[in-house]
């Protein structure tokens, strides 16, 4: 995986300048900007992955995510981004008349069961871009913080149980993006990253688009 993400980075690196070489009209990217988007959180682990005995629950397969950065430009070509993401739901369910494990139906009882949980994703990247006209391309990677925690609460008529837990780690994350210039100050953006955490299990890719305001040219 960790030779995925160094792959496609480096080649979209290299096709990103290799292009930007041949534009002699292309823009400056912005000085100064700042972002807000939302998309999809979707895992890349199992059910049955070490996610789950850290937190003792099952992350859900996709959930809504939001994301802010600001970037800043350090060269012609390079943009230093420091980037905020976050996803969290809740979700419950009421049971009753159980099935068994042969169709029938088991002792008559009522369960409800609960489930919160989340990530919040700190990174620092260094990204490669290049303009063509109005649409820009960029692509890069970095280095972040990860926080992931979930919890549980099941009650039925028999008895209760509840766990959960968290774990924080450090991690890579690696970028691809797509921006068109939709005004002087205003930018719409499609972006796809890849993230990484050191801790084995919490691997997961997010798909976001929104706006980014140009603060300072």
């Given at each position: 995986m960790l030779g995925r993400i160094g792959a496609v980075s480096t080649t979209a690196a290299i096709v990103l300048l290799s292009t930007s070489g041949a534009a002699s009209a292309q823009d400056l990217p912005p000085r100064l900007t700042a972002s807000i988007a939302f998309g999809q959180a979707r895992p890349l682990v199992s059910e049955d992955s070490a996610a789950?005995?850290?937190?003792?629950?099952?992350?859900?397969?996709?959930?809504?995510?939001?994301?802010v950065d600001i970037q800043f430009r350090a060269t012609r070509h390079l943009i230093v981004e420091a980037a905020v993401?976050?996803?969290?739901?809740?979700?419950?369910?009421s049971l009753s008349n159980v099935k068994l494990a042969d169709g029938t139906n088991g002792p008559s009882f009522h369960e409800d069961f609960s489930f919160a949980g989340g990530t919040r994703d700190v990174v620092l990247n260094a990204i490669a871009t290049t303009s063509l006209g109005r649409v820009r391309l960029s692509s890069g990677a970095g280095i972040g913080y990860f926080h992931v925690w979930g919890s549980y609460s099941d009650v039925t008529d028999l008895g209760s149980s509840s766990g959960g837990g968290a774990l924080s780690t450090a991690g890579i994350q690696g970028s691809l993006d797509v921006t068109v210039r939709v005004t002087r100050r205003i930018q719409a953006f499609g972006t796809y990253r890849l993230n990484l955490p050191f801790t084995p299990g919490?691997?997961?890719?997010?798909?976001?688009?929104?706006?980014?305001?140009?603060?300072?040219?």
């Open positions: 789950d005995f850290v937190l003792s629950v099952s992350r859900p397969k996709n959930s809504a995510i939001w994301s993401a976050n996803w969290q739901v809740s979700q419950s369910q919490f691997a997961e890719v997010n798909f976001i688009g929104g706006v980014r305001f140009v603060v300072a040219r």
